[in-house]
């Protein structure tokens, strides 16, 4: 994802949604002080969704500490190793809590490793689920070593209908791998960004204005899409992991 041109540059609208996010919360309803959250993923974190989801987690009182790399997943630790990058950023931050999303880039084949046999597990190959959840877990309990708590965001919805099954298929293996232990959790977004009949949109109704909220590849967000998604899951993930 593009960087925005501009990071502090808000409209009112953005202003209000931000202000009534944050209003829906019990008065003084704040992360226990300074509670650490470690924030990892691929372009969507890189971009303005990890910029803002940040600003308004740190607006509830949490320390946030942002790792991603765009273009980056699960599938291919040849490119970049997550894992082992979970593992290195856990120990320079122990948080208490870490927040990831990862799947955009991950629709593919699975890259096991120099030498193995077999050396990739094509997409819709037997074992391409096994595999993928192993990775899912390796990654969650590299962050949660000592029970730490785990959040794992899913992809919203996305234009492409060939990506778009995929991004499916694999958020129904992020929640399954989250339900898994106590202290895993699973944010949905596929709804956010969808129309009330669960279809793919640009667009969302904001205050009887009609807002463009993804790019135009149907995949990644406009500023304001961004800010949207951020208002969106915040109060939800501090529901689940606020104190």
């Given amino acids: 994802m593009a960087a925005p041109r501009s990071l502090v ?3 009112f609208l953005q202003g209000i949604a931000a202000g009534l996010t944050v209003s829906l919360l019990p008065r003084g309803a704040r992360a226990e002080s300074g509670q650490r959250i470690l924030m990892m993923g691929g372009s969507q974190i890189a971009g303005g969704l990890g910029l803002y989801l940040g600003k308004r987690l740190e607006e509830l009182g949490y320390t946030v ?5 765009s273009a980056s997943g699960l599938a291919r630790p040849d490119f970049y190793d997550w894992q082992a990058e979970a593992a290195r950023q856990y120990e320079a931050v122990r948080p208490q809590i870490t927040l990831c999303m990862f799947g955009g880039n991950d629709g593919q084949g699975l890259h096991m490793g120099k030498g193995a046999d077999p050396q990739w597990i094509r997409w819709g190959e037997d074992g391409w689920d096994d595999e993928y959840r192993r990775r899912v877990e390796a990654f969650a309990s590299a962050v949660t070593p000592d029970g730490e708590r785990m959040v794992w965001m899913g992809m919203p919805m996305v234009r492409p209908t060939k990506l778009r099954s995929r991004v499916e298929h694999m958020n129904s293996i992020f929640e399954a791998t989250m339900g898994t232990r106590d202290g895993w959790d699973f944010v949905e977004t596929w709804s956010a960004l969808a129309t009330d ?22 995949v990644h967000l406009t500023v304001k899409g961004a800010h949207f998604l ?7 993930v501090h529901a689940i992991v606020g104190g």
């Avoid at 500490?65 to 790399?69: G, M, Q, S």
């Avoid at 640009?202 to 205050?207: G, L």
Wanted: proline share 3%; glycine share 16%; hydrophobic share 25%.
């Fill in 230 to 236: 951020a208002d969106w899951i915040a109060p939800k």
């Fill in 9 to 11: 540059r808000r409209t």
């Fill in 65 to 69: 500490h942002r790792k991603a790399k």
């Fill in 197 to 218: 009949g669960g279809e793919y949109t640009d667009h969302k109704q904001i205050d009887g204005k009609r807002v463009l909220l993804r790019g135009g590849d149907g």
